[in-house]
């Protein structure tokens, strides 16, 4: 059989060919979603990207007999491996054939291209900083994906185990929660009490704070706070800051992102948006010219879907014990029932973070999925 060959992205041709890799292998895969392919083209540019202050990173690409066959990044967040003590090098955009010599090799450019750079371990699936994709998809092959995580074939994690040396480093579950005809009186009675006895109160920005203001921003850097101890975080920079408040805050509902205030200061925070799964399925590769852009804006305007993704959710680790997550959801969930959301998708949370994994008791849930990422010493 001919060997694999593999070849560095040099060029934006290249990088196009390195993106439109996944929507070929997943074109007929009725629970991937495509990921809008201007972001992916942004996420993987030197030039559009504020990770690569802290970062480097090179794509590789897998041929055979002429026909690509896989592909992977190799990323090195030197911020995270300070925050962390390791001399990482992390993989990402990790996609192949069902041919173990594919991933094999692939892994070995991404071993080499860390050798090289002094790196002593590598861990993955992994993007350039927390926001980003992580994990590869070990259950829940047959459960509807989401633009935030990644989708793989059962076959990817059986080549993980196949090639040997890696393990498994952390593993995130997601959940499926049922948006309530009534706010449980959990919430509800946590949220009376702790606005009578701390003070504590629900927010609703205006586009005015949250742009003109710099409220976004605080949005974000609460975030560095609230996620510090989550594995391989690194902390957000101004520019990157900047670029979540792009991406997110200036397309939100504002209806669906709530804060909690201490005073003046804020303490906690819930971003939601409403879920574009079934609306990129009918794209064109993520694309959204010539009609993709009409299947977006109908969920945007007019939030034509039953399901309401849970994005971003922080609290202080003080204000957590006083139970400010509960006036986050109870504002949440009625929000959520005057749109006529059923469901929610909570984000992936690690196996680990029993406080946050036990907030769903209270709602009736389906853990639906579970991402894991892998490391190697090299």
Known sequence: MTPVEII???????????????YDLYRDNAQAVPYLFSE??????????PSFECCEADCFMAFR????????????????N???????????????????????????????????????????????????????????????????????????P?????????????????????????????????????????????HKFTRHELIQEGKGRQLFELLNAT?????????????????LVGDYIKIADLNLITAVMDGDRM????????????ALQKTRDGRLWPFGWWHLLRILKWHRTDTVDLLLIGVLPEYRQKGAN?????????????????YAEAMPQMETNEAVRSQWQYLENRQHRRHRCYRKDL
């Open 227 to 243: 996620y510090n101890n989550l594995y391989g975080v690194s902390h957000l920079s101004e520019r990157q800051i900047d670029k």
């Open 82 to 156: 300070e925050r962390w003590g390791v001399q990482q090098v992390r993989f990402g955009w990790f996609d192949f054939i069902d041919d173990i010599e594919v991933s094999q090799a692939l892994l070995k450019a991404v071993e080499q291209w860390g050798r090289e750079r002094g790196m002593n371990q590598m861990a993955g699936p992994m993007g350039f900083i927390d926001t980003d994709r992580e994990g590869m998809l070990v259950e829940g092959f047959g459960e509807l994906s989401t633009m935030y995580v990644n989708y793989n074939y059962p076959y990817y």
């Open 40 to 49: 992916e083209m942004a996420t993987l540019r030197k030039d559009r990207n």
């Open 8 to 22: 560095t992205v040099k060029n934006l041709r290249q990088l196009r060919q390195f993106v439109q890799f996944y």
């Open 65 to 80: 007999d002429g026909r690509m066959v896989g592909r992977v990044a190799a990323i090195i967040n030197r911020r995270a």
């Open 326 to 342: 509960a006036l986050i959801f109870n504002d949440l969930i009625l929000q959520f029932q005057r749109y006529g959301f059923r």
């Open 267 to 278: 303490v906690g925070f819930g971003i939601t948006l409403p879920s574009f799964s079934r």
């Open 158 to 202: 059986q080549h993980m185990e196949r090639l040997g040396g890696f393990r498994k480093d952390n593993d995130y579950l997601e959940y499926l929660v049922r948006v309530p005809e009534v706010v449980p009186d959990k919430f509800a009675k946590v949220a009376e009490m702790i606005t009578r006895r701390y003070g504590l109160r629900v």
